[in-house]
């Protein structure tokens, strides 16, 4: 399972705090995505970068930014913006333009 | 706008039953389609993928099979064992270039002894 790492595994902050979620692969993958998973609403997509100092947001991007200065991180900053920020955030890369994803472990976000 | 419908939500089924989970999509330039497999407390794990220019493809206990036409795709698992019990998803690839994809709901799949 290594390979594609997410730091901290849990994040507890006060409400109207920015906090910034660490991902980082080895893979040499050119592609690097951030999903929001929540119970029962599957994976969705904040914000994706297919190249360094690229990116796009994704579905629910509103109350988020990312930034992809290294091929190997893609960071993403949950902004006082983001109206329900407790969530489990998931990591993905992969290598070229129709590759397999692969996830990180995933960092625990509450918000209080 | 793009969509991934996933059903059912939960299965349950007695050991070395077949499951069957179902998907449809709405994109009809979608061409690649994903299953992944998360259990309790892990991340999401690749356990077959299958392409719009195969009906079909088999992995051991698991096939997916796609019908471009009616925007299906379906997993099937044969021979379930305890160890199958997890949350599956499906996806598909968007309709733009890149590699980002749309996840269905997930289906939590219990296969009991």
């Known amino acids: 399972d290594g390979g594609i790492t997410q730091s901290p595994k849990y994040l507890f902050r006060k409400e109207g705090q920015n906090v910034t979620l660490s991902c980082e692969q080895n893979l040499n993958h050119d592609a690097m995505y951030w999903y929001r998973q929540d119970p029962g609403q599957g994976l969705r997509l904040i914000y994706y970068?297919?190249?360094?100092?690229?990116?796009q947001k994704g579905d629910i991007a509103e109350g988020y930014s990312v930034s992809r200065e290294k091929k190997e991180s893609f960071p993403l900053t949950v902004t006082s913006a983001q109206k329900n920020p407790t969530a489990f955030y998931l990591c993905?890369?992969?290598?070229?333009?129709?590759?397999?994803?692969?996830f990180g472990p995933g960092t625990r976000l509450t918000v209080t | 706008g793009e969509n991934v419908e996933q059903h059912p939500s939960t299965l349950s089924v007695q050991e070395g039953d077949s499951a069957v989970i179902k998907c449809t999509y709405s994109?009809?330039?979608?061409?690649?389609f994903p299953w992944y497999k998360q259990e309790l407390g892990k991340r999401p794990q690749l356990i077959i993928d299958i392409r719009s220019n195969v009906g079909e493809k088999k992995d051991q206990r698991i096939a997916v099979t796609l019908n471009k036409t009616a925007k299906h795709f379906s997993l099937h698992i044969t021979e379930t064992q305890p160890e199958d019990s997890a949350v599956y998803f499906c996806a598909a690839s968007r309709n733009q270039a890149g590699t980002a994809l749309i996840f269905g709901k997930g289906t939590t799949l219990s296969v009991s002894s």
């Open positions: 994109d009809s330039a979608s061409n690649y």
């Open positions: 970068s297919q190249i360094v100092n690229d990116f």
């Open positions: 993905a890369s992969s290598f070229g333009l129709s590759g397999e994803q692969y």
